[in-house]
């Protein structure tokens, strides 16, 4: 089932993705090959998730290492992490 999340749901997403896969910002940021600032800007909302390129958007989704992730960020499938927390 698709849902309606915006981009900014998305974003807010990033932080609980995180603490399920039980990983630090410093390694998704090590993992997407960005620099642990950029990635935190993506988490705390102050750089939005839709000024990013898509190639930056996939390697942070990608940084999960899980590769359904990536379309179900992007159709907003996420519901199941969102009952886990």
């Known amino acids: 089932m ?15 993705l995180r ?4 990983l630090t910002q410093k390694q998704i940021a090590d993992r997407a090959g960005i ?10 909302g102050s750089r ?7 190639d930056i958007v996939c390697r942070v989704i990608s940084a999960f290492d899980n590769p359904k992730l990536i379309s179900q960020f ?3 499938e ?3 992490l969102l009952e886990k927390n």
Do not use: H
């Not at 698709?2 to 609980?16: C, G, V």
């Not at 603490?19 to 039980?22: H, N, R, S």
């Open 35 to 44: 620099a642990l600032v950029e990635y935190q800007r993506f988490e705390y």
């Open 2 to 16: 698709q849902n309606n999340y915006t981009l900014n749901d998305r974003q807010k997403i990033l932080k609980p």
């Open 19 to 22: 603490k399920v896969f039980g």
């Open 48 to 54: 939005s998730i839709k000024s990013a390129s898509f």
């Open 74 to 76: 992007y159709i907003g």
């Open 78 to 80: 996420y519901d199941w």
